[in-house]
């Protein structure tokens, strides 16, 4: 067995992959990570993410203090109800959820972009943008040999893919792996949040997170993003002082864009949708959110008619099947990488960033020569695997995010929705169901091994 502390060679400088390179650079190991995109700054990523207590204890864990700190002022004003409403925004069910008061225990919005910039913080001398990962090779040694599409190659003990779904390190050592469309297609879009379209949502919609369970098969969910910053980008005068404090001297909000908005997302069996919409963009693609929500209420339909059209985006979703055992090396896989799931229960993100907790505890093992590098990488696996495809797996059954969904059934889909809303609405008016239902949504959102 080596007790040498490994180098760690990171593909992908996304949710996953930088939480780690974090956790590594403050357990004194040393890491690099490599991104396709250009810049800090480049890709669309506006969109908000919910963080749970899995997701924050991750970061806790893994972030310098003073940059967790920063997470938490960066976060978007928390959700207090989880709502249910119907297509004409009458409520079936809305439950109160915990406040925010604790910093891991809670449940929290974060802007995609708002988060890799904070991710991105202290991590300057690691990350190498514009380097696009083509292929490996593993050495007899074990150690490992990373190419890139402009002919450079990097050499370390570890390689960790965390490219997301579409991985061309899992094609290369898992080629058997099985990512598939899930059969849905949502569409994203961002509304500039002002007193006009606030005005549009009851209080209890401007406070929570909100499921739309639409009829005809058409769904959505939509969430109020207030961050502590104005359209200016300026801090604004009520937070409080602390904060203030933080995020004045914080580069990241430099680079960020991001400014109080409403997001609002649809989805349906990709059979609903035009054939071209993956490839349409802005007002086109507004046109067909609003062609399939004809009988959404008017303040749903004049919110899309506000979206900024440079916001709207078309996402196939996709899953992927449970990976059968393999034989663990010097190359391994976390978050979207290995377990890519839909947006059902909204544990992507927080499945990446458990990941790459686990994955640190178990490489401080091998950094103090208590295991050997495949030891640690195996024992990762073993644990990170059941609970990533158990997690897949919940994802596809929930919310019609898989195109066979009874939901999507001519006559079933009626009866489908109206047991789901009937769940809803019980659950919502008995105080024991109530209660379990907010337990239920942390304990899930908050597991940890
Ligand atoms: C509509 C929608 C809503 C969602 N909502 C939630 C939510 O509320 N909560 C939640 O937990 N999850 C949510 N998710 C899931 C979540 O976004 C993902 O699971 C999560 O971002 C995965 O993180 P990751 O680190 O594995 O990959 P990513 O964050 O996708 O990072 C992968 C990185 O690898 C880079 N890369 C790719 N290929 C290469 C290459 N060849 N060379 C170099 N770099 C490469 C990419 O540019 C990217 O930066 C949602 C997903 C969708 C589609």
Redesign the pocket.
Known sequence: MTNRTPHVLI?????????LAHGLRRAGISVEV????RTRA??LLG??????PT?SRALRDCLPPELFAVYLATCARSPRYFNVVDQRLRPTASFPLRPDTHPVDTERSVA?MTL?QVLLTGLEDVVRFD????RYEQHDDGRVTAH??DGGSATGDLLVA????????RRQYLPHAVIRDAGTI?I?TRIPLTDDTRALLSPAVQRGITLIFGSGGVMGVLHVMEFKWDAEGRLKPEIDRADAALLADWPGLRHDSTRDNINL?I?STARRFPEDVLDRRGSELIQVALDLTTNWHPHLRELFSRADPDSALP?R??TSEPVPPWQSSTVTL????IH????G?????????R??NLLRRQLLLVAAGEKSLTQAVADYEAVMVPYGFARVADSLARSGTSGDDRMYKPVFGRVALLGARGYFRVTSRVPRLRRKFVDDFYSYRGEED
């Open positions: 593909i992908g400088a996304g949710t996953g992959g930088l939480c490599y991104e396709r995109h480049d890709g969109y908000r993410v919910g963080i749970g997701g995609r890799r380097r696009t990962f083509t890139f599409a965390a490219d997301g779904t579409h991985s061309a390190v949502n994203a997302v989805w996402i979703v996709s976390l978050g979207d990488a890519t799931m839909t947006p229960r909204g544990v992507g993100a927080n499945t990446a960033l990941d790459a």
